[in-house]
């Protein structure tokens, strides 16, 4: 078969490799594309080979709305400056609308479906990375569905940075629901309300205030009630609707939530590379590192 440069020239877009290599492994699989790709991958000479080892905590989290259908999902990279990247912000949007439409249940069903393109999610990524030329992960994703009557409230922060997911049921009023994201991103609660904290957690958190109380020196017959009122304190600062709302601070979120007629039912927040052990380099060397290619 005749290898073309427009041939050559479409692999090199894919992967990133040299021209030349891409030829050889045009020639050596006879042309057939997505053999080639293969090829070079498994040669080392795909981009995507040599950053499998690196440690992707940045990134972008990002969220899609179909209408009663909605996904928060977080894409990794090594550094924050490929947030910005065109390409990037394409293939997040990419993964984003294939997974809602196909919604596999996990990460690994995730990157072994197929794309409108043909290719499966991970070798999707891999061309990618030939061209961005950074390690690019899906680290997570959760995909939600509500009713007519109900609200989504999709809030991005910093661009993706932090990312907030608010579902409202019984309200249609999508921007109450973006602005109860927007307290959560701000807030970070752990809970909705206050049904949702364990027993455990509130006897440990009752055990650390009593014992912080005693070593003030509080009298004994006054500690149960300062600890009772220190828990309501520690409900404030875990539950979204024991919290002042960040628009008005003499309202609670649970007030606002009442006046649209609707419940707060849910929330995801996702902030990128949280509980991701990052590695801790001299920024000169890094700079250095990209400049080398290494």
């Known amino acids: 078969m005749t290898i073309t440069a427009q041939m050559v020239k479409e692999l090199r877009g894919k992967t990133g490799a040299g021209m030349m290599d891409c030829k050889k492994a045009l020639i050596e699989v006879n042309g057939d594309m997505e053999a080639a790709i293969d090829f070079l991958r498994e040669k080392g000479l795909s981009s995507a080979a040599k950053k499998a080892d690196r440690i992707a905590a940045e990134g972008i989290t990002s969220i899609h709305v179909d209408g009663n259908e909605a996904i928060i999902l977080e894409v990794n990279a090594e550094t924050d400056f490929v947030a910005k990247n065109e390409g990037f912000q394409t293939l997040v949007k990419e993964l984003a609308e294939h997974l809602l439409a196909t919604k596999p249940a996990t990460v690994e069903e995730a990157v072994e479906s197929k794309m409108s393109n043909g290719l499966s999610v991970a070798d999707h990524i891999s061309n990618a990375v030939a061209k961005i030329g950074e390690k690019l992960t899906l680290r997570r994703f959760e995909i939600r569905t509500k009713t007519a009557n109900d609200a989504f409230g999709p809030y991005l922060h910093m661009g993706g940075r932090i990312s907030v997911l608010a579902i409202l049921e019984g309200s249609t009023d999508a921007e109450a629901a973006k602005d109860v994201a927007m307290h959560i991103a701000a807030l970070n609660p752990k809970y909705v309300s206050r049904d949702q904290v364990s027993e455990e957690e509130v006897d440990r958190e009752r055990k650390i205030l009593t014992e912080q109380a005693l070593n003030e020196g509080k009298p004994e017959n006054i500690v149960a009630k300062m600890v009772e009122g220190r828990i309501g304190k520690y409900f404030e600062e875990i539950c979204v609707l024991d919290q002042a709302f960040v628009k008005n601070s003499d309202q609670k979120v ?41």
Not at 256 to 284: C, H, P, Q, W
């Open 254 to 294: 649970r007030d606002f939530v009442k006046s649209t007629g609707g419940t707060l039912t849910e929330f995801i927040r996702y902030s990128v590379g949280e509980g991701i052990e990052k590695r801790e380099e001299n920024f000169a060397d890094e700079v250095m590192n990209q400049v080398k290619g290494n």
